[in-house]
């Protein structure tokens, strides 16, 4: 079975960084787009950012130029580096994976998930 699981959250003050990581168990797919969502109490899912096996690299507009997205060599761990953190950017963190080689913008795209971590940023 697939599975994923998410960690790295905390609580941090505005202007912080933390490094949340998405660790794949199972995943024996050549092709791959590992996403990372966001869901604030009362919102919809969002999309932050995705890797694909074809480095297809997506970044929200309102994330870009503060969150780095990578992977590792052995393909089992996707990070994402998140700096200059607002008190908007406070949610839920999901990462999601796909057998496919392009990155889905909507969670819906996604066949595998994993227990979220929270990122809580205070003013």
């Known amino acids: 079975d697939v599975q994923l699981q998410a960690s790295g959250g905390g609580l941090v003050q505005a202007g912080g960084s933390l490094r949340l990581s998405c660790e794949v168990f199972?995943?024996?797919?050549?092709?791959?787009?590992i996403g990372w969502f966001r869901q604030a109490p009362g919102k919809t899912r969002e999309g932050v950012s995705c890797?694909?096996?074809?480095?297809?690299?997506y970044y929200a507009s309102s994330v870009k130029g503060r969150f780095t997205i990578h992977i590792n060599n052995a393909k089992n761990m996707v990070f994402l580096q998140v700096n200059s953190l607002q008190p908007e950017d406070s949610a839920v963190y999901y990462c999601?994976?796909?057998?496919?080689?392009?990155?889905?913008?909507?969670?819906?795209?996604?066949?595998?998930w994993g227990e979220g971590t929270q990122v809580t940023v205070s003013s």
């Open positions: 999601g994976a796909d057998a496919t080689p392009v990155c889905g913008k909507n969670w819906h795209y996604y066949d595998y």
């Open positions: 890797i694909s096996s074809r480095d297809d690299i």
């Open positions: 199972g995943f024996t797919y050549d092709d791959y787009a």
